[in-house]
């Protein structure tokens, strides 16, 4: 079994993109291996207001983007070259992930954390969903071994949301400081928006490593 953690935020485009290589790499490349993929937080926006934060304005703000079109275009074309129809004018909003990364972190004892990572991904990016309200999660979490009741006290719980700062923090002093962030086996470290080959190459590297002892 190769073990991964990856580190991620919601509203990251790169994270998607990664996610979505890293189960593409996985699935083409490595059938017959079988993989443990454990999530991490990171925040990129802890402070956001439950409102969310409009996308164009932040571009504006924080990166000098006048045109959110020209900022999309490389994530965008990425994602496309991978299979994944990414178009990221659906959604305007940066919401707080505390209550996402809440659920997720509690789907790790279920077995499906993974899965849901990615599905409260794709409802945020490919649907357009306010990830930040708890019936849109519980509707998600549904799915993945939750039932809604349960899916919307986590997600409300507001030492499930210090739970995921706590373990943000530990992301940031473990030395995330770029999203997607990959760690193969305790060993391979690779972060950022890297490309299928890449992914796959610190796939095979884990595996030698692991070989080797």
């Known amino acids: 079994m190769l073990k991964i953690e990856l580190y991620t935020e919601i509203t990251c485009p790169w994270c998607i993109i990664g996610q979505h290589r890293l189960d593409k790499v996985l699935a083409e490349r490595f059938s017959g291996l079988v993989a443990d993929i454990r999530h991490h937080p990171v925040l990129l926006l802890p402070d956001a207001p439950a409102a969310g934060v409009y996308i164009p304005d932040l571009l504006r703000s924080r990166y000098g983007a006048a045109d959110p079109k020209a900022a999309f275009a490389r994530p965008e074309g990425a994602a496309r070259a991978s299979g994944l129809d990414l178009d990221l004018s659906r959604q305007a909003w940066a919401y707080p992930t505390q209550a996402a990364h809440a659920l997720i972190l509690a789907a790790r004892e279920r077995g499906t954390q993974h899965r849901l990572a990615v599905a409260i991904s794709e409802a945020?990016?490919?649907?357009?969903?306010n990830i930040a309200d708890t019936d849109v999660l519980a509707d998600?979490?549904?799915?993945?071994g939750f039932d809604r009741a349960e899916a919307r006290a986590i997600a409300l719980d507001p030492a499930q949301h210090e739970r995921v700062e706590q373990e943000a923090a530990r992301s940031a002093v473990a030395g995330v400081h770029s999203v997607p962030h990959f760690v193969f086996v305790g060993r391979v470290a690779i972060s950022g928006g890297r490309s299928e080959d890449e992914i796959a190459a610190a796939v095979e590297d884990a595996i030698q490593a692991t070989a080797v002892g």
């Open 140 to 144: 998600i979490a549904i799915d993945y």
């Open 124 to 129: 945020y990016f490919l649907e357009a969903k």
